[in-house]
Every structure is written in C-alpha cells, then in structure tokens.
C-alpha cells in the first residue's frame, strides 16, 4: 500500500515521532508532562519552603536560650526551651500581656458577633428577596471598604476625645464592627445566593415573621457560610493596628498596639521578641488554616470564589 | 409596584404564591438591610465628610484659640514641604513595587500549584502561613529576627558563607520595608491567581490538548485572557490595602530614612505636631489615591459579579 504512505512522509520525518506526539497531545500522563509535572513540584516546593522559612525560624527563635538566638551564625539545633515564652509572660519583664490579649480577643470576638447580626439580615434583604436596586446598595459597600481608615481617623479620635470615648474597648468594638461590615455583607450574600430559594419560600408559606425565618431557617441552612464570614473578621479584627493605636493607651490597649512596645532593640531579647510575635500570630494562624477553603472568597471581598 | 424581579416568576413553585411572596415590598423587605446600611453610613461617611472640612480650616491642638477656615492653604502645604512631597512619592514607590512584584510571583507560584504534584496541600499550606502571621508581629520579627545587623539571620547565612556584614534597614531601608511587604502580600495574590486558574473553562483546555496545542501557545491564548481579570482583581485589591499601609512602616522604620508613607505622616502630623488641619488634608490626599484605584477595582469587581449573578 504505497499509496497511503507516501502522502505522510513528507510531513512525518521519523516512523516513531507521529503517534508518540499525537498521545502527547491527548493523554496527560505521557512522560513529558509527567517530567514537567515533577520539576513545577521540586520548584513549588524549594519555593514554599523559602516563603515559609521566616514563619518557622519565628517559631524555632521564640524556643531557644536569648544567647542562642542572639547567635551568628545563626544555631539552627540548639536546645529547646521555654524561656522566651516564660518572659514574655512573666511580669518581672515589664507590663504583662494578658490584658492586651484579652482585649483584643473581646473586641475581636465582640465585633465579629454584631457584624454577623447586622449582616446575616442585611444580606438576606439583598439575596433571597433582593430589594431594588440592590447591586447599588451593594456596590456602596464595598466602596466604604475602599475608604482608608486615614480618611476617617481624625474625626474619630477628636469625637472619642469629646465624648470621652478614648481607651475604650465599646468605641473600638463599634469601629472595627463598620470596618468588617461590608466584607461581611458581601460573603454573606455570596453564601445565600448559592440556598436553593425554594428552602426560604417554604419558611414565608408558614406564615414566619423575618425575625423567625432568619432564626430557624437562614442561619441553620447558611452555618457554614456563617462560620467562614466570623473567621475572617475575626482575622481582621484581631490584626488591627491603626484604630486601636491611635485610640486606645492603657485599658483598652490591643494585643498589637502592646507588641509595638518592643519595636525598639533592648539587649538580648530576640526569643522574648518571638515568643510575643508567635503567641500573637497563633489565633489567626488557627483561624486562618480553618477557613483555608473561603478565605480567598473573603479577601476578594466575595469576588472570586 | 413594579416588579423588579419578574425573571425568577419562571421558577416550579406556583406563580400566584410567588408573585405574592415577592411583591411583599416596601419597608419590609427593606428593614433587615437598614441597620448595617446606617451602621456603615454612621461610621465610615461622616467621618470622612468630616475630615473634608476640618482639611480646609486652620486647626492646631496647641493653639486652641485660632481656630477657622483657611482654604487650601493646607493642602499646598503637603505639597510644599519637603517631607510630605516625599512621603507621597513613597506610597506610589512601595505600592507598585510591592503589587507588582507580589503578583509575578504570586503568579508563578499559582502556575506551580495548578499542577498535580506530591505534597500540593502541603505547599499550598505551607505558601498561606506569611500571611496568616499578624502584621505587626511579622513586621518586627523582620526588624529583629531577619534584618538585624548583629544577629539578624541575613547576616546570620552571609557569616556562614564568609560574606560581609550589612545593616540591612539602614543601608537599604525602603528595600527592607518592599521586601516584607512582598513576602507578606504574594500568599494574597497566589490565592486569588489559584482560584482564577481553577475556574479555567475545562472544555476549552481539552479543545486545546486534543487539537495538539503547546503549552505555551495554550498559557497564551487561553490561560493570560482568562486570568487578565483575577490579576487586575488582586493588583486593585491588593493596591487599595498596601495604600494604606501602616503597621509594617510604623514597625520597621517608624518612617526615619525616607519611608514615611501618607498614612504614617497623617499619624505623625496628627500626634507629633498636633496639626488637626494638615493632617486631614493629607488623609483627603490618600482617599483621592485610593478612590483612583478603587474606581478602577470596583469595575473588574462588578464584571466578575455581573457575569456570576447571571450565571
């Protein structure tokens, strides 16, 4: 059959190279992309591991002797112990960190709740029953998240001044509320939107006022949706600096305003230093790791999912 | 009462119920909406408004008494002084060094992960971690733990190689503020590269494979138009937090050496030299930064949200 091969060999130089591009092209596991696939790993993880290296080397200082974490070359094995973590609790080294620490988690916690409160109803009117104009009233949202807090800063410290709101955990508690709001309402409607209509329909054909429809109906089927949107405001909350700076001093001080009080070097204090920044870090970390799955669709204020 | 939701009349339950159930409208249905919508207003727009008028009147803390409305004067003040000249050219300095920067390499790490290779939870975890660590505490663990001249870990490894001590900070300190940053803010862009490179429509790449397209070729014409919106998604987003940048520069500089950004020196300008005037006509100054940038973010926000709603 002469005739049906030579209109291929002008084309194809080689007997081999043909079908072997072809299944190239069509099955994924052909050696290439399997080889291809093996280097994106070894580099995926050569980089991984530099980015995660300060976090770890955070951790690793915050357990070793002040002398051996002030070491250069640095000593990646030296003994472990507790004392950088047993200083920076201690009261011998100065203020103590408890009551920042647990004011930041009480305006964390706190804000996060009545976010919720204000924005499980607010989304509901924007999702399941969309008022009109309703892409309007959530553009105004997310454009208050594009104010800078600078833009509203002055105002408040003069007003908290006024009031004598100042060094108060309430004054706090209600800004970081409006500055977790929009973010909030904007995941929230995402998460309601994806409720199959039909589910809140049934609650209205029972006669339940919104009150009981939000309560036994919207917040049971929407938890997960819930728990995600708490998480990273939490998150938001618990980091910030700026506001809690600027308006609090001493009772109502935030666990990162506290931290800034070791912005300035004093001796050997590099394991004290990173017992601070880990005890700090570790409830986003957990929050963080814990919403893992929703928190891009957080950060992107519901944009991407 | 027009009935703005009419498309969903389509919908298996029966249309009298339904259309019943929707045209319950007015302040009822508005009522859940209003507390947050007032809330927001209260909280975030009268302070602004605020801080509008006070840019325009001459207000010192210190001089309790001379207190009035002096125009613009403060406004040709930031761009007369010295300092305030600089610090605005430091916030465009550091944001678009910082975004761009990030996004590459948020960009090359999303392609890496967008494989299927050993360990891929792992790396993603392992990626998320720099931007799970509180600002403030990664920001002084940098300046301490990292850059610091006499046990740093920078010059920690350079000891092991026998190569030269540096004082990162003072030698290179706006690098050393770029450089956190980065290492904070390419996790963001990952995820969001990630997520963009996931939603790739999947037909079109088998279309692609079988009609024997390079990876190259499919990178091009497939995955750079897919992405193009995710990577202005993250370049707005990110641009509109990093404009607003405090705690990194308030840590690690406390904006000596010429970092001082525009939220820093309305800190400074607020606190030091008690100056309520200036110090609102720089935040004005910010907010007209950001609002350029979020015109711009709320328009890709609302093509992605337009083309999701009618999905």
Redesign the interface.
């Known amino acids: 059959m002469t005739t049906l091969a030579t209109p291929s060999a002008p084309t194809v130089p080689g007997p081999v190279r043909g079908p072997r ?2 299944r190239s ?2 099955k ?1 596991g052909s050696t290439s992309t399997r080889r ?3 280097i ?2 070894v ?3 050569v ?3 530099l ?2 290296f ?2 770890l ?2 951790v690793l ?1 915050s357990f070793h002797s002040e002398p051996d ?6 000593k990646l094995f030296a003994p472990l112990t507790l004392d950088g973590y047993r200083t920076f609790f201690g009261a011998a080294s100065g203020a103590s960190p408890w009551p920042p620490l647990i004011n930041s988690a009480e305006a964390s916690v706190v804000s996060t709740l009545l976010v919720l409160c ?2 499980v ?2 989304a ?3 999702a399941v ?4 104009r309703w ?1 309007d ?23 908290a001044k006024q009031i004598g709101a100042l060094d108060t955990m309430w004054y706090l508690i ?2 970081y ?3 977790n ?2 973010i909030a ?1 904007w995941m929230m409607r ?1 998460f309601l939107a994806e409720v199959p ?2 589910l809140f ?1 049934a609650a ?2 029972d006669g339940a006022g ?1 009150v009981r429809t ?1 309560r036994s109906v919207v917040v049971p089927i929407a938890s997960p949706g819930i728990a995600a949107t708490a998480l990273i405001c939490f ?1 938001f909350s ?2 910030e ?2 506001l809690a ?2 308006l609090t001093s001493t009772v109502a001080q935030t ?2 305003v506290f ?2 009080s ?2 300035t ?1 004093q001796g050997l ?2 394991a004290k ?2 017992a ?3 005890v ?2 570790l409830p ?2 957990i929050a ?2 814990a919403a ?1 799955d929703k ?2 669709q957080g ?3 519901g ?3 | 009462m027009a009935l ?2 009419t498309p ?1 009349l389509t ?3 029966r249309p009298s ?2 259309a019943r ?2 045209a319950k ?1 007015g302040w ?6 209003l ?3 007032l ?2 207003i ?7 408004v ?2 509008l008028v ?1 840019s325009l009147m001459r207000w010192n803390s210190n001089y309790p008494d001379d207190i009035g409305f002096t125009g613009f004067s403060n406004f040709s003040k930031v761009f007369t002084d010295e300092h305030l000249r600089s610090a605005v050219f430091v916030t465009i300095e550091m944001t678009v060094v910082v975004v761009l920067v990030s996004l590459l390499l948020g960009l ?2 999303a ?3 967008n ?6 939870g792992i ?16 920001a ?7 850059y ?1 001249p ?2 740093g ?1 920078l ?3 350079l ?2 190689v026998h190569g030269p001590q540096v004082d990162w900070i003072t030698q290179y300190p706006r690098l050393a503020v770029d450089v956190q940053l980065i ?1 904070q803010w ?3 862009m990952m ?2 590269l ?3 490179l996931q ?1 790739r429509p999947g037909e079109v790449l088998e279309a692609a ?5 390079s ?1 190259w070729k499919v990178f091009r014409f497939i995955t750079v138009p897919h992405l193009r919106r ?1 990577l202005e ?1 993250g370049a707005l ?1 990110g641009s ?1 937090y990093i ?2 940048n ?2 990194t520069v ?2 690690l500089t ?1 904006g000596a050496l010429g970092t001082a950004n ?2 820093y020196q ?2 400074e300008t ?2 030091s030299a008690n100056d ?1 005037g200036l ?2 006509a ?3 100054i ?2 007209i930064g ?2 350029l ?2 015109t711009f ?2 328009r ?3 093509t ?2 337009t083309e ?2 009618s999905r």
């Open positions: 591009a072809a092209a069509t994924p291809g696939t093996a994106a790993g580099v995926a993880w980089v991984a591991l980015f995660f300060p976090v080397w955070m200082t974490a002030a070491g250069n070359p640095p204000l924005a109803p607010a509901y009117a924007l029953k969309p008022v009109r892409t009233v959530m553009f105004f949202f997310l454009s208050t998240k594009m104010l800078p807090v600078v833009a509203g800063l002055l105002p408040l410290y003069i007003i209600l800004l509320t409006a500055m709001l929009p309402v995402s209509p039909a329909e209205s054909l919104i939000l998150i618990w980091n600096l700026l700076n600027t666990a990162p931290l800034t070791f912005v070097s204090f590099l230093v990173s601070a920044a880990t700090i870090s986003v970390l963080g790791f893992q928190l891009v950060l992107s204020l944009a991407v999912k | 703005t939701a969903t919908g298996s339950v119920f339904r159930w929707l409208d009822v249905r508005r009522a859940p909406l507390p947050a919508l809330f927001v209260v909280l975030t727009q009268l302070p602004f605020a801080t006070i090359g790490v392609l890496l992960l494989r299927h290779f050993f360990g891929r790396v993603r975890t392992l990626m998320i971690a720099p931007f799970l660590i509180v600002p403030v505490a990664a002084l663990f940098w300046k301490h733990g990292i610091n006499v046990y870990l010059n920690g490894l000891t092991l290492w390419t996790p963001f995820l969001i990630l997520a963009g939603s494979a079988v009609d024997g397209a990876p995710y998604l987003l509109v404009v607003q405090f705690d308030y840590t406390a525009l939220p309305v800190y607020l606190y309520y110090a609102s720089q935040g004005v910010v907010v950001s609002i940038i979020a973010a709320l890709t926000v609302s992605l949200f999701e709603v």
